[in-house]
């Protein structure tokens, strides 16, 4: 490994940037992720890290530099515990941090396939969390508008697990010309005017809308919604969480199409 043990090394300060700034990892084309968990996920996506900087404590780690070898294309560099902490962000920094590039659709949004839709969602551990259930339920499409977090941050990959290397990230979308071409049911989940979740029929091709954790979907974009849905609540909650919500919906979904059949739609 390479040893480094100033904090004025130009490698320390940018890796800082890119764990502090999204304007930095978006300039440099870079992302910024931490622990072992987020590099066995990337490797297995195939794709490669351009720089490991492990912690001195993880050094001798067996899980680390096994993981190592499989990096043969990065530079990895050997940081003082001190200087490591300062630039991880969690508060049990794991002694691995990764610098990776940021990946890009290969193809503008598909109009035929499940897809994961979300307007101005701004919590980064939300858009993880709602990218790793998308993925978990088999929706690998991701589309975000502009006003989202951003899917690449260390925080928002954290929260996914490393989700968003098993999907495809549409980032800064206009979601109203997406919608206007697509050609399965949008789905939106409403507090009041929708029907029962159980009552759809939801094995065909779905966009599911989702939005900001405050005001919702934008009523113009929930106003194409082909599926208008209320989760029932027996408990007396007005409502979940998004993320919540759109696990209820998807897995739905999933049981749906595993069954061949819609709760109250007759089986084909």
């Given at each position: 490994m390479?040893?480094?043990?100033?904090?004025?090394?130009?490698?320390?300060?940018?890796?800082?940037?890119?764990?502090?700034?999204?304007?930095?990892?978006?300039?440099?084309g870079?992302?910024?992720?931490?622990?072992?968990?987020?590099?066995?996920?990337?490797?297995?996506?195939?794709?490669?890290?351009?720089?490991?900087?492990?912690?001195?404590?993880?050094?001798?780690?067996?899980?680390?530099?096994?993981?190592?070898?499989?990096?043969?294309?990065?530079?990895?560099?050997?940081?003082?515990?001190?200087?490591?902490?300062?630039?991880?962000?969690?508060?049990?920094?794991?002694?691995?941090?990764?610098?990776?590039?940021?990946?890009?659709p290969?193809?503008?949004?598909d109009?035929?396939?499940?897809?994961?839709?979300?307007?101005?969602v701004?919590?980064?551990?939300?858009?993880?969390s709602?990218?790793?259930?998308?993925?978990?339920a088999?929706?690998?499409?991701?589309?975000?508008?502009?006003?989202?977090?951003?899917?690449?941050?260390p925080?928002?990959?954290?929260?996914?697990?490393?989700?968003?290397?098993?999907?495809?990230?549409?980032?800064?979308?206009?979601?109203g010309?997406?919608?206007?071409?697509?050609?399965?049911?949008?789905?939106?989940?409403?507090?009041?005017?929708?029907?029962?979740?159980?009552?759809?029929?939801?094995?065909?091709?779905?966009?599911?809308?989702?939005?900001?954790?405050?005001?919702?979907?934008?009523?113009?974009?929930?106003?194409?919604?082909?599926?208008?849905?209320?989760?029932?609540?027996?408990?007396?909650?007005?409502?979940?969480?998004?993320n919540?919500?759109?696990?209820?919906?998807?897995?739905?979904?999933?049981?749906?199409?595993?069954?061949?059949?819609?709760?109250?739609?007759?089986a084909?």
């Amino acid at each position: 490994m390479e040893q480094i043990t100033s904090r004025q090394n130009a490698l320390v300060k940018h890796l800082k940037k890119l764990a502090d700034s999204k304007r930095a990892r978006w300039e440099s084309g870079l992302l910024l992720a931490e622990g072992v968990h987020l590099l066995q996920i990337q490797l297995a996506a195939d794709r490669q890290p351009e720089i490991v900087a492990v912690a001195e404590r993880a050094a001798e780690d067996a899980e680390v530099l096994a993981l190592l070898t499989r990096c043969a294309k990065a530079r990895i560099v050997l940081l003082p515990d001190a200087i490591f902490d300062q630039i991880a962000l969690t508060d049990s920094p794991s002694g691995l941090i990764m610098v990776a590039s940021l990946p890009s659709p290969d193809a503008a949004p598909d109009p035929t396939i499940d897809t994961l839709v979300l307007d101005r969602v701004q919590d980064p551990g939300n858009v993880g969390s709602l990218i790793r259930t998308a993925i978990a339920a088999g929706t690998r499409q991701i589309i975000l508008s502009s006003g989202c977090a951003d899917a690449w941050s260390p925080r928002c990959l954290r929260a996914g697990q490393g989700a968003q290397w098993l999907s495809i990230v549409h980032t800064e979308v206009d979601l109203g010309v997406f919608l206007s071409s697509y050609q399965g049911s949008i789905a939106a989940t409403l507090l009041d005017g929708g029907s029962s979740l159980y009552t759809h029929d939801l094995r065909q091709p779905t966009a599911w809308l989702f939005g900001n954790e405050g005001q919702g979907v934008d009523p113009v974009l929930s106003a194409r919604a082909t599926e208008r849905i209320t989760i029932p609540m027996p408990g007396g909650m007005e409502s979940l969480n998004v993320n919540a919500a759109a696990a209820v919906c998807l897995f739905e979904q999933v049981r749906q199409r595993s069954s061949g059949r819609a709760s109250d739609v007759p089986a084909i």
